[in-house]
């Protein structure tokens, strides 16, 4: 009977127009996903795998949803800091490193399938962010004091991150975060001016006097910033990727070739298209369902994001919308940062789609994260209170 009265609660309050938006932009990612392994029968188990990850984030969304994090946040505030750097520090001992050389994936003695301690640790620090913005508020958010907490707890993060898995593509991620949180936190604008400025003017000078003076300017990660900046470069080598890519989307054209006709997303020939049903997913929908398809699905995640906004307009108290404005910014950022790799305009640095891309530790952290953005739709700001100043 309890849980009968809970799933009742949970869809009179929760928020099921997200949890339904979330799921058809799941569905969509199983159909693109069952096309991009088909022509390899080791992959085509993960269409299964896939749908087992997304029943498990359902159930993560609803259970998620009945926790009232800012409560939680208030009194253990530091527990969710620990956690979240714990995780990150689990690389050191059980990290494996990929084809790129990066330790991003972690596999724990006993248990089957790997995670990405990064993806997880994500909503550690997207909370305590918030929770740091709405404990500066009393003094002033913009003060030099608060500015320097807020890159600590970033640069935290970040570092750990980069040093122990040189994933380069997440700490991009955790860094895009802390600007838009810092943003929607009411952080001077100066500050943004100041030291981005200065940031553009550094990187300028190291990218123009400095790096090709060095080895460092033909290292491969370089060289994936440069091939966005000239196409020509390296096609055949680190430009292939999105060369590739963009030949799949291209001759999609509006109204694609047709679901599982694609030429490069069905080619035996893995190379043709790497990673298709991982980083490069978008184009598998630009190649078998055209622009059109391509609109449809970046109008779908749109519509996700837009909720968490409206949500987070709605949120009883600044902690409360700082999260779910810290997850909008999130999938924005991530949605942004892979298309336009797919387009070949940003580079490539190994983000999924949200929500689109196979991928468990994507998958279950995209759900919970929505399951606390639905908890903030159940608590919201009373109807008596219509200025959240007052609070």
Same mark, same amino acid.
Not at 118 to 144: P, Q
């Given at each position: 009977? %309890?849980?009968?009265?809970? &799933?009742?609660?949970?869809?009179?309050?929760?928020?099921?127009?997200?949890?339904? *938006?979330?799921?058809?932009?799941?569905?969509?990612?199983?159909?693109?996903?069952?096309? /991009?392994?088909?022509?390899?029968?080791?992959?085509?188990?993960?269409?299964?795998?896939?749908?087992?990850?997304? /029943?498990?984030?359902?159930?993560?969304?609803?259970?998620?949803?009945?926790?009232?994090?800012?409560?939680?946040?208030?009194?253990?505030?530091?527990?969710?800091?620990?956690?979240?750097?714990?995780?990150?520090?689990?690389? @050191?001992?059980?990290?494996?490193? #990929?084809?790129?050389?990066?330790?991003?994936?972690?596999?724990?003695?006993?248990?089957?399938? #790997?995670?990405?301690?990064?993806?997880?640790?994500?909503?550690?620090?997207? =909370?305590?962010?918030?929770?740091?913005?709405?404990?500066?508020?009393?003094?002033?958010? +913009?003060?030099?004091?608060?500015? =320097?907490?807020?890159?600590?707890?970033?640069?935290?993060?970040?570092?750990?991150?980069?040093?122990?898995?040189?994933?380069?593509?997440?700490? *991009?991620?955790?860094?895009?975060?802390?600007?838009?949180?810092?943003?929607?936190?009411?952080?001077?604008?100066?500050?943004?001016?100041?030291?981005?400025?200065?940031?553009? /003017?550094?990187?300028?000078?190291?990218?123009?006097?400095?790096?090709?003076?060095?080895?460092?300017?033909?290292?491969?990660?370089?060289?994936?910033?440069?091939?966005?900046?000239?196409?020509?470069?390296?096609?055949?080598?680190?430009?292939?990727?999105?060369?590739? $890519?963009? *030949?799949?989307?291209? $001759?999609?054209?509006?109204?694609?070739? #047709?679901?599982?006709?694609?030429?490069?997303?069905?080619?035996?020939?893995?190379?043709?298209?790497? /990673? %298709?049903?991982?980083?490069?997913?978008?184009?598998?929908?630009?190649?078998?369902?055209? &622009?059109?398809?391509?609109?449809?699905?970046?109008?779908?995640?749109?519509?996700?994001?837009?909720?968490?906004?409206?949500?987070?307009? %709605?949120?009883?108290?600044?902690?409360?919308?700082?999260?779910?404005?810290?997850?909008?910014?999130?999938?924005?950022? @991530?949605?942004?940062?892979?298309?336009?790799?797919?387009?070949?305009?940003?580079?490539?640095?190994?983000?999924?789609?949200?929500?689109? +891309?196979?991928?468990? $530790?994507?998958?279950?952290?995209?759900?919970?994260?929505?399951?606390?953005? $639905?908890?903030?739709?159940?608590?919201?700001?009373?109807?008596? &209170?219509?200025?959240?100043?007052?609070?």
């Amino acid at each position: 009977m %309890r849980l009968v009265r809970s &799933l009742k609660d949970f869809f009179q309050k929760g928020d099921v127009v997200l949890l339904g *938006l979330c799921l058809l932009a799941s569905a969509a990612g199983l159909v693109l996903i069952y096309s /991009a392994t088909r022509y390899d029968e080791a992959l085509q188990s993960n269409f299964l795998k896939q749908a087992m990850f997304i /029943a498990m984030g359902v159930v993560a969304y609803v259970a998620v949803t009945f926790i009232d994090v800012e409560f939680l946040l208030e009194k253990w505030w530091k527990v969710f800091l620990l956690l979240g750097l714990l995780v990150i520090l689990l690389i @050191q001992p059980f990290g494996e490193a #990929g084809d790129t050389g990066n330790k991003s994936w972690v596999y724990l003695p006993g248990i089957p399938f #790997g995670f990405q301690p990064g993806e997880i640790a994500k909503l550690a620090f997207i =909370v305590v962010l918030a929770w740091l913005l709405n404990h500066e508020r009393a003094n002033g958010v +913009s003060r030099l004091s608060a500015i =320097v907490k807020y890159l600590l707890l970033t640069c935290t993060y970040a570092g750990l991150l980069a040093v122990l898995s040189g994933d380069f593509g997440m700490v *991009l991620v955790y860094l895009f975060l802390f600007v838009i949180m810092a943003w929607v936190g009411g952080v001077n604008k100066w500050w943004f001016i100041g030291v981005g400025g200065g940031v553009i /003017a550094v990187v300028v000078f190291l990218w123009r006097f400095i790096l090709p003076r060095t080895g460092l300017w033909t290292d491969y990660r370089i060289l994936r910033f440069r091939v966005v900046l000239d196409h020509s470069l390296d096609p055949l080598g680190v430009g292939w990727h999105q060369s590739h $890519s963009l *030949l799949a989307i291209g $001759s999609g054209q509006l109204t694609g070739m #047709g679901y599982l006709n694609g030429k490069q997303t069905q080619s035996a020939f893995t190379q043709n298209l790497p /990673a %298709r049903h991982t980083d490069f997913i978008f184009a598998v929908c630009g190649e078998e369902f055209g &622009l059109i398809g391509c609109c449809a699905l970046l109008a779908l995640l749109l519509a996700i994001i837009l909720r968490c906004v409206w949500v987070s307009r %709605r949120a009883k108290s600044h902690m409360s919308a700082y999260i779910a404005m810290g997850f909008a910014g999130m999938l924005m950022v @991530q949605t942004v940062l892979n298309v336009g790799m797919c387009l070949y305009v940003t580079p490539v640095i190994g983000l999924t789609l949200p929500f689109i +891309s196979y991928g468990g $530790s994507s998958t279950l952290t995209l759900f919970v994260a929505m399951g606390i953005v $639905s908890g903030i739709k159940m608590r919201p700001l009373p109807s008596w &209170l219509k200025d959240r100043s007052q609070l």
